[in-house]
Structures are given as structure tokens and as C-alpha cells.
């Protein structure tokens, strides 16, 4: 069995290394990180290549078990996995938020342009397809955000809101996620590849 230590790696390395091993032919993994927020992309990682998953948390980190048997238990997650990738496809036009500001020079001024552009966008239509957010931009989907109420506007329009969820981590804010679902690097570059037109914010 191939063991891909990805202990201390960050997002979406663990993956990526997974996946290398995956296209090489690999058929049994064991894949070993140190932190939730890597399991979990791991797993849906594996369960989208139809890897039977398994995990088991020990002293010197969290060891994810793939193989290529029949996947049973796994069979909730490959749906969403699934069911992640196909909307994915349909996804053509978005935006990228790498700040929770709109451009340099006054931070005040730039909150309230970043207020005033997510507002507009909630009263314009059609609306993006998605809206990633990544660095101190998470900021804008967590509680005491101003912008709460138009992205939950955007989202109940049908806009894919995701956060960076190593971001989240980083500003400790994980558990102040309001709007939208967290997702990985990983899911975020196949997000804006497949997309037709993506604005960095």
C-alpha cells in the first residue's frame, strides 16, 4: 500500500499529491494529514475517483484509507461529489474576492466601495454564476459582515458562493461562516478553469 504522507501541507497539496499517486495506478492509498480541513477534501477527493474511503485518527495524525474495492459507505459522499462536479460544468461567469476591500489607498473607503460593488451586484441580473472568496475576502461572507444580506440575496438567486477554507482557518473566523459553503483550492481552480469569463476582484 502507497503511503502519501501530507502532514503540514497545506491546501491543496494534500490533495494534489493524492491525486499524482491516483494517475499513476495506484489502487491502495494511505493518506496521512494533520488537520479536518484536509480529510474532508481527501475524502471527497476519493470518493469522486470511486475510492472505497476509511479513517482512522492516531497520535501522529489522521490516516485516510483509499482503495479500489466496492464503495458502500462512501456512497453518500460520491453523490455529492458528483453532484458538485456536474454543477461545476455548468458554471460560465464569476468573480474572485482576494480582499475584503476594493482597491488600494484609503481601507475605509475601500470596505465601502467593496459594500457598494457586492450590493450592486445583488440588483443587477442576470447575476454570476459563482463568487469565490479567498485571503482576508472570507471576511465578507462571515458574521459582522455588511454585505451578509446581499450575498444571501445572490445565493437564494442561484450564485455558487464558496470560501477558501484554509482562509477561514487562517482568520480563525471558520465557525462564523454565514453565506455559501467552504471549499478548497483545489475545487476552486477547477471552478474558475471551467469557467468562460472569471473577474479578479
Do not use: W
Request: net charge negative; with cysteine; proline share 2%.
Amino acid at each position: 500500500m502507497k503511503v502519501v504522507d501530507a502532514r503540514g501541507k497545506l491546501c491543496p497539496q494534500p490533495v494534489i499529491m493524492t491525486k499524482k499517486e491516483a494517475d499513476a495506478g495506484e489502487y491502495e492509498l494511505t493518506v496521512i494529514v494533520d488537520n479536518e480541513t484536509a480529510k474532508s477534501n481527501v475524502l471527497k477527493f476519493g470518493a469522486k475517483l470511486n475510492f472505497n474511503t476509511r479513517t482512522e485518527d492516531k497520535n501522529d495524525g489522521i490516516y485516510i484509507y483509499l482503495n479500489k474495492e466496492e464503495c458502500k459507505e462512501c456512497e453518500v459522499i460520491i453523490a455529492e461529489a458528483s453532484e458538485d462536479h456536474k454543477e461545476a460544468r455548468t458554471l460560465n461567469r464569476g468573480f474572485v474576492f482576494g480582499s475584503d476591500k476594493l482597491g488600494k489607498g484609503s481601507d475605509d473607503l475601500g470596505r465601502i466601495l467593496m459594500k457598494s460593488f457586492i450590493y450592486t451586484v445583488s440588483e443587477k441580473e442576470p447575476y454570476p454564476d459563482f463568487m469565490v472568496f479567498l485571503n482576508s475576502g472570507v471576511r465578507l461572507t462571515a458574521k459582522g459582515s455588511d454585505s451578509l444580506d446581499d450575498l444571501k440575496k445572490l445565493e437564494e438567486g442561484g450564485v455558487k458562493i464558496v470560501s477558501c477554507g484554509t482562509c477561514l482557518n487562517f482568520f480563525e473566523i471558520t465557525n462564523d461562516l454565514e453565506v455559501g459553503s467552504v471549499s478548497n483550492m483545489y475545487d476552486i481552480v477547477d471552478l474558475i478553469s471551467e469557467s468562460d469569463n472569471t473577474v479578479m476582484i
